[in-house]
């Protein structure tokens, strides 16, 4: 089984940061590209950043300049520091990975269970 756990998230005030990390468990043979997405309230979960097993890195017009993502290949885990926070980043951040389980394997998609993040003063 493979397990995605986030943690770093909170309330922060606008222009604070925060700093995301996810970390993938589990039967792992490799991970490919690493991911993390947001849902607020009444709104489709979208896509913020993402990075592939290569370090090549694609953000969000909306994050572009202020949220670095990066990913500790030893560790599992992938992480997103965001800057300058602003009141429309308040949503409940996802973390995703695309790996495959073993050498035969077809890649798959998976998810954390997400972690809010309210900015606000």
């Known amino acids: 089984q493979v397990h995605l756990v986030e943690s770093g998230g909170g309330l922060v005030q606008p222009g604070g940061s925060l700093r995301l990390s996810c970390v993938v468990t589990?039967?792992?043979?490799?991970?490919?590209?690493m991911g993390w997405y947001r849902q607020a309230p009444g709104k489709q979960r979208e896509l913020v950043a993402s990075?592939?097993?290569?370090?090549?890195?694609n953000y969000a017009e909306s994050v572009k300049g202020r949220s670095t993502i990066s990913r500790d290949n030893a560790k599992n885990t992938v992480y997103l520091q965001m800057n300058s926070l602003q009141p429309e980043d308040t949503a409940v951040y996802y973390c995703?990975?695309?790996?495959?389980?073993?050498?035969?394997?077809?890649?798959?998609?998976?998810w954390g269970q997400g972690t809010q993040v309210t900015v606000s003063s």
């Open positions: 995703n990975a695309d790996l495959d389980e073993s050498l035969l394997s077809v890649p798959q998609t998976y």
């Open positions: 589990g039967s792992i043979f490799r991970i490919n590209d």
């Open positions: 990075i592939s097993s290569r370090g090549r890195v």
